[in-house]
């Protein structure tokens, strides 16, 4: 403690990002990165923008990104939030729709970020457990509650909630803001913005991070009623006038114009990603169900903490939570094909 902080910086715990390590040759699936690259044509558009034009200050409402991303997935352009990373998006709806003096729902094992952002704000987080399975139980969520918040397909564990249980717990809250954070949902999952129209209560937020192979440009962006977003556009403009930069609204414009490319690359993951679930089936794993880019499995004759420490060792970062009922799992990103099979190779000589 300084005497120089606000007494509220003494009590945050921030969140741990994985580790960027910064050592050659490693196999790094330890924070869901696309080993995909982005669509060359958004390589082209950021060099394209890429000049004395950034001396002026980039659209504060990011109009043309909207447009896009509007016609993407027919809605309206006020129905959409743009933000610094789906991270951002979230910090202002727990500032801005989660503040209601009662406690904010979101699954025992879900984004650690959750809390953090709770722990920022002083609103009360309450978690409610995953079933036997890791599973989201609609019936959990009907109680009295400030907002509801979870990840679908989930994080860390891959499993997907059926569009009808989502609406379910949609329909159950009518007076709530129910947050469908969809940031893996292209590797497998059916958005939940289809029902936005249907209820104003509903909102669901999405990254160019994972599914777009953007996580360095950091675009997030939100879909819900008007109402909903109007909320996030006063946080936002009480807070930063311009988290989007020029290049990233131009990069982020062109991902959702090369849909070939996002296709084509989420197949490419969906493809690895079941190979390494056999795989690790055949060698003795439990692997949950995974609509993500990234397996969640634990053997049953090895900690997760031992099985993480011989990865390194032979140069595989993965990321293992120590944390209750998950401390045996491993979370594995989808790699490359040579990456996958490094990866078992590894854990061949392990177990
Ligand atoms: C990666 C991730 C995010 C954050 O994405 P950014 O847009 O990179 O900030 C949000 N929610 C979940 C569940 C994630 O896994």
């Not at 634990?298 to 990865?311: D, F, S, V, Y």
Request: charged share 25%; aromatic share 10%.
């Amino acid at each position: 403690m300084s005497k120089f902080w606000s007494p509220l910086v003494e009590k945050l715990t921030p969140y741990v990002p994985g580790e960027q390590p910064k050592m050659a040759n490693l196999v790094k699936l330890n924070t869901n990165e696309n080993p995909f690259g982005p669509s060359p044509k958004v390589i082209e558009a950021i060099t394209a923008e890429l000049g004395d034009n950034l001396r002026l200050y980039p659209d504060p409402e990011g109009e043309a990104l909207k447009g896009t991303i509007a016609q993407y997935y027919s809605v309206e352009k006020e129905q959409i939030f743009l933000g610094n990373g789906s991270d951002e998006v979230l910090a202002h709806i727990f500032y801005g729709l989660f503040q209601h003096g009662e406690p904010v729902l979101y699954p025992d094992i879900t984004y650690s970020f959750y809390p953090v952002y709770c722990g920022l704000y002083n609103i009360e987080g309450k978690t409610v457990p995953l079933t036997d399975s890791f599973e989201i139980n609609p019936e959990d969520y009907r109680q009295p509650n400030g907002g509801i918040i979870f990840p679908n397909p989930n994080a860390p564990t891959g499993c997907y909630l059926a569009l009808d249980k989502v609406e379910a717990i949609v329909a159950a809250n009518p007076d709530r803001v129910v947050v469908v954070d969809e940031a893996y949902v292209d590797f497998g999952g059916e958005s939940a913005i289809g029902l936005v129209g249907k209820y104003p209560n509903l909102l669901v937020c999405q990254t160019l991070s994972k599914a777009r192979s953007l996580a360095g440009l950091r675009v997030g962006f939100a879909v819900g009623s008007a109402e909903l977003i109007e909320a996030l556009n006063r946080v936002k403009n009480s807070f930063n006038s311009y988290p989007l930069d020029r290049l990233a609204l131009a990069g982020a414009r062109a991902a959702f114009e090369d849909d070939d490319w996002f296709r084509a690359t989420c197949e490419g993951v969906i493809g690895e990603r079941e190979w390494v679930a056999s795989r690790l089936e055949e060698l003795g794993f439990e692997v949950l169900p995974s609509k993500a880019n990234f397996i969640f499995a634990r053997h049953p004759e090895h900690t997760g903490e031992a099985l993480a420490k011989g990865l390194r060792e032979q140069g595989v970062i993965v990321r293992h939570f120590n944390k209750p009922r998950i401390s045996d799992f491993l979370r594995i990103t989808t790699g490359t094909a040579d990456q996958n099979k490094r990866l078992i190779e590894c854990l061949e000589a392990l177990v």
